[in-house]
């Protein structure tokens, strides 16, 4: 059973679209997070919900839009696409609120290349 | 400024060798420093440290933080091929879910 999910694997689209990236986790982790990694392999952190309540929102434009039907689901929502927004997307979770001392699992990734 | 550095950026190994991967951290509110393995796809979980001079080890790989340098190192003895990787360091921190990663050393392994 897949752990951390994400969908879809790989996703090509033209400047301009709007596009969703869907995750679901069934570890029953109270927390999600979604991950930019660029080309340069670089992972750095977008947002986090720790059931269904934002709890990290870093420096990304506001194009990107996280959304949080349940603690089990972190789906991201990215507007107007850039070239820039070309990068590997990672959903994680981890369990509970206490930060500092949680093991992140991760999804396998979403590539998302802008044309 | 970064608040976690690795070193080095890359690392070209024989098989049979023996590597030292570096991690250094920013220590304002931090509380536990982890260690990733990434091949292909997902980075999946090496170790977790969280106390000083305590080692992890899982087989090859071994692993301990030192709280008054402010870092840590992952040891790879007897590398494999199946060794190549990106290991990535992942500093947790108190609070607002302070997690940042490190830029990785690319590890490869060559026969």
């Known amino acids: 059973d897949t752990a951390v999910s994400q969908t879809p694997k790989y996703l090509v689209t033209q400047m301009g679209n709007d596009k969703s990236i869907k995750c679901e986790q069934n570890?029953?982790?109270?927390?999600m997070y979604w991950y930019k990694q660029d080309s340069k392999k670089f992972l750095k952190i977008m947002f986090s919900?720790?059931?269904?309540?934002?709890?990290i929102n870093e420096t990304v434009p506001n194009r990107f839009s996280p959304k949080s039907p349940d603690k089990a689901h972190l789906n991201l929502h990215i507007n107007s696409l850039e070239l820039g927004d070309s990068a590997v997307y990672f959903c994680?979770?981890?369990?509970?609120?206490?930060?500092?001392?949680?093991?992140?699992?991760f999804g396998a990734g979403s590539r998302l290349t802008v044309l | 400024e970064d608040k976690v550095v690795q070193s080095p950026l890359s690392l070209v190994v024989h098989e049979g060798d023996t590597v030292t991967l570096n991690c250094s951290y920013e220590?304002?509110?931090?509380?536990?420093l982890l260690w990733y393995k990434q091949e292909k796809k997902a980075p999946t979980f090496l170790f977790m440290l969280?106390?000083?001079?305590i080692e992890k080890k899982s087989g090859r790989l071994s692993s301990i933080l030192d709280k008054k340098e402010l870092s840590s190192i992952l040891n790879i003895t007897a590398t494999q091929t199946g060794d190549s990787a990106i290991y990535l360091c992942l500093r947790s921190g108190a609070g607002s879910y302070q997690l940042t990663f490190g830029k990785g050393t690319k590890l490869s392994v060559i026969p």
């Open positions: 919900y720790n059931n269904k309540e934002l709890i």
């Open positions: 220590v304002t509110n931090f509380r536990s």
């Open positions: 994680a979770s981890s369990q509970g609120r206490v930060s500092g001392a949680n093991v992140l699992t």
């Open positions: 969280t106390s000083s001079g």
């Open positions: 570890l029953g982790h109270d927390t």
